[in-house]
């Protein structure tokens, strides 16, 4: 089984943090292949830049998603989630997705922590789209850019555990999902840390990938998933543009 892992930030210590944490849960006989964007947010902070990564995810997975049984998005936006999944073929997971679906396995409240207050919104709007806003405890911020998680990953750390800590105290979460794709593989670190399960968005995602690999469930035919039935683009990349005219 190859799995790619698409991280449209284009700081490749991202990828790094990512594949760290992939590899960590993947089966053996799993491979592991990441990729980096080359154009776009160097750590997508708002509206605009996640729009920007949009383009970015779906010129990796035209490049790249030949050969591959299933596709990570190691963005904690789920990043161009359903274009993918119209476009693709082969099962197609974002890390935040998979956390919450994972948490709501373990807890019946879920706590959520991500990198700067003008984030918090999206995380309430991305757990909206996934029908999972009434298991939200609430969304918890650090108030650090997230390149300062490579820089001092021991205080960055404990500022994470402390805001899982305070979810659990104030808010009633039973379970936290560190949401950025930066806090990749900190969960097993802090575990002992909190009380409650931390949750890896991109170890969640790889094992999703992996049963639905196993699953072998086919692609929709008809509805709004279904291929787009070749539909003409122009401007993008030839891989882009043939991807987009894939028969229906």
């Not at 490579?150 to 009633?172: K, N, T």
């Amino acid at each position: 089984m190859r799995i790619l892992l698409v991280n449209p930030n284009t700081t490749q210590a991202v990828t790094d943090a990512v594949m760290g944490a992939a590899r960590g849960v993947a089966r053996a006989g799993t491979e592991l292949v990441g990729v980096t964007g080359s154009f776009g947010p160097a750590v997508i902070g708002s509206r605009a830049e996640n729009a920007l990564a949009q383009h970015s995810v779906l010129q990796l997975v035209a490049d790249h998603a030949p050969g591959c049984d299933a596709v990570v998005l190691a963005v904690s936006l789920d990043t161009g989630l359903w274009a993918c999944r119209e476009l693709l073929d082969m099962p197609v997971i974002g890390m935040t997705e998979a956390g919450l679906l994972m948490g709501c396995t373990v807890a019946t409240r879920l706590g959520v922590v991500t990198y700067g207050a003008r984030m918090a919104p999206l995380y309430r709007e991305l757990a909206e789209a996934h029908r999972l806003a009434h298991r939200l405890a609430g969304v918890a911020t650090l108030d650090v850019p997230p390149q300062r998680t490579f820089e001092d990953p021991a205080r960055v750390g404990a500022e994470v555990a402390a805001c899982c800590r305070a979810l659990v105290q104030s808010q009633g979460a039973e379970a936290v999902l560190l949401a950025g794709a930066a806090m990749a593989a900190m969960a097993p670190q802090w575990q002992r840390e909190v009380s409650v399960p931390l949750l890896d968005g991109v170890a969640c995602a790889v094992a999703m990938a992996e049963a639905r690999v196993a699953l072998q469930l086919p692609k929709a035919r008809v509805g709004s998933v279904s291929a787009t039935g070749g539909r003409a683009v122009h401007g993008v990349s030839p891989a882009l543009t043939a991807l987009f005219g894939g028969a229906a």
